[in-house]
């Protein structure tokens, strides 16, 4: 399998195999020399880009929320999810009692629970996580979490449109009307999807929806989207306060004066080479070389291949033993894989055991996936003895 062109766009070492675009993106060429060029505008007339730039940034707002259907009143630029989330949890923080709980998965990502976890030690509120299971259908997906929900208790709930760990799709607009139904704010975890799947946020009717466009959006590196309710609009509260904050949303999110925002002015640049590339074409090959990816590696392995939902360009094959247990076993065998075989993916703690995940995109080709079937097996020995 081989996408004509898409290792040519990029400019990875050509002894790595890459298959871990879900964990920081990959900028390719052209992307890349818009961003140069925003940083040499910077450099030569530092005054005059300030001034022009509150206009970019608006442009480059509306853009962005459009392609992904959300509104560009309500929507601001910040550099990833996970600060999305932390100014979410930061606007509740005030609100937020011992007595209350917040919900979510156990699918959710690492550092949402991290900062779930520094939230309960300031303010005491309780943290519920909820079991779902790898093979779980939509509708026992939505059972489990409604059934965690304790109205007049629960402030918030967090799920992921396309978990991390997992790559499990989660059925966020069904999850959403659930939770309007019962009184519960959502935040939407959609950090994978803008550029992997088709999404209407207005459509999905959540408190709150993020998502990183320097995945699969082909975005430099620190470029994200929030968007909030219109009850919430005068709500959100900067995580760091600056002249802009008399502005309002989404200024008063988006500006400190030294932030360094020149990716979010390259980020159109990034939608404009996934379009030119065919945007149904890329999804379709990232999706088939992920699925051949783990398909390969399930038969080396002698494992199932949970199906993680249609569209989705991660894939994940349970790691057979007790190789991995936790964050820093699962680090362990990443780096091992990384060095020793010269492949790249991602490996996660999950249940009693561990996930490797592996993504397809562009430049990710066949061979990519059998040099890690072909050299797993005999690691994977190496490492349990």
């Not at 590196?221 to 002249?243: F, M, N």
């Not at 291949?305 to 094959?317: A, E, K, L, Q």
């Amino acid at each position: 399998m081989i996408f004509e062109g898409g290792r040519e766009l990029f400019s990875f070492e050509q002894s790595v195999s890459y298959l871990n675009h879900g964990s920081f993106g990959a900028v390719p060429a052209p992307v890349r020399e818009a961003h140069r060029g925003f940083l040499d505008e910077v450099d030569r007339n530092p005054m005059r880009f300030a001034r022009l730039l509150p206009g970019r940034v608006d442009e480059v707002r509306a853009r962005l929320a459009r392609y992904v259907g959300a509104d560009p009143a309500r929507s601001a630029l910040v550099v990833n999810a996970t600060t999305a989330t932390a100014t979410v949890l930061h606007t509740l923080s005030s609100v937020v009692r011992p007595e209350h709980e917040i919900l979510t998965t156990d699918h959710a990502y690492n550092a949402v629970l991290t900062a779930l976890d520094r939230l309960r030690a300031r303010t005491g509120v309780r943290v519920r996580v909820v079991h779902i299971p790898l093979t779980a259908g939509d509708d026992e997906v939505v059972e489990r979490i409604m059934e965690g929900v304790r109205p007049g208790v629960t402030q918030l709930a967090i799920v992921d449109h396309v978990a991390a760990a997992t790559a499990k799709l989660f059925p966020v607009t069904r999850i959403a009307a659930e939770m309007r139904a019962a009184g519960v704010p959502l935040l939407v975890d959609a950090a994978h999807v803008p550029g992997m799947l088709d999404t209407d946020v207005e459509a999905i009717g959540a408190d709150f929806w993020t998502g990183n466009f320097h995945k699969w959006g082909f975005a430099p590196r620190g470029t994200a989207l929030l968007t909030v309710a219109p009850q919430w609009v005068d709500r959100i509260e900067p995580l760091v306060v600056s002249h802009a904050d008399p502005d309002g949303f989404p200024r008063s999110i988006e500006h400190q004066g030294t932030r360094d925002v020149t990716a979010w002015l390259a980020a159109p640049a990034g939608l404009d080479l996934l379009d030119s590339l065919g945007r149904d074409r890329v999804r379709a090959y990232a999706v088939g070389v992920a699925e051949y990816a783990q398909s390969v590696l399930a038969e080396a392995l002698g494992v199932d291949r949970p199906h993680p939902g249609d569209g989705v360009s991660m894939r994940v094959v349970r790691l057979p033993g007790s190789v991995v247990s936790d964050e820093q076993s699962g680090a362990a065998l990443r780096t091992r894989i990384a060095e020793e075989l010269g492949v790249e993916v991602n490996v996660n703690p999950w249940e009693n055991g561990g996930l490797l995940r592996v993504s397809g995109y562009v430049y990710v080709t066949g061979v990519d996936a059998q040099r890690l079937a072909d050299g797993l097996p005999g690691l994977l020995r190496s490492a349990a003895a």
